[in-house]
Nanobody, 123 residues
């Protein structure tokens, strides 16, 4: 069972990035997947989650209207589309699941984590 996060990089403020979280060893069809991020010196925080029914839940008010989450069951992949990026979005982004149908904001509840992908937004 593995999650592989990718798509991070360096972008100027106002730019966009799309992160991918590809699952292997199990199907994401029936499970919720969340995106979390951790900035230097900060705790890991929930950003967005998508449940088994492809309904997204925002956990970070600061990303509403800028970030969206989607799932492609055929590719067994979850995406985080990030638009209008700000320097404060700079962090390592992780995808995770606890192999449950519903989302949870608590990172400690997650059983499977992808390796983080660095997002750096310059001003």
């Amino acid at each position: 069972v593995q999650l592989q996060a990718s798509g991070g990089g360096l972008v100027q403020a106002g730019g966009s990035l799309r992160l991918s979280c590809a699952a292997s060893g199990f199907s994401l069809d029936n499970y919720a997947v969340g995106w979390f991020r951790q900035a230097p010196g900060e705790e890991r925080e929930g950003v967005l989650c998508i449940n088994f029914n492809n309904v997204g839940t925002y956990y970070a008010d600061s990303v509403k209207g800028r970030f969206t989450i989607s799932k492609d069951n055929a590719k067994n992949t979850v995406y985080l589309q990030m638009n209008s990026l700000k320097p404060e979005d700079t962090a390592v982004y992780y995808c995770a699941t606890r192999r449950s149908a519903l989302c949870t904001i608590n990172p400690r509840a997650m059983n499977y984590w992808g390796k983080g992908t660095q997002v750096t937004v310059s001003s």
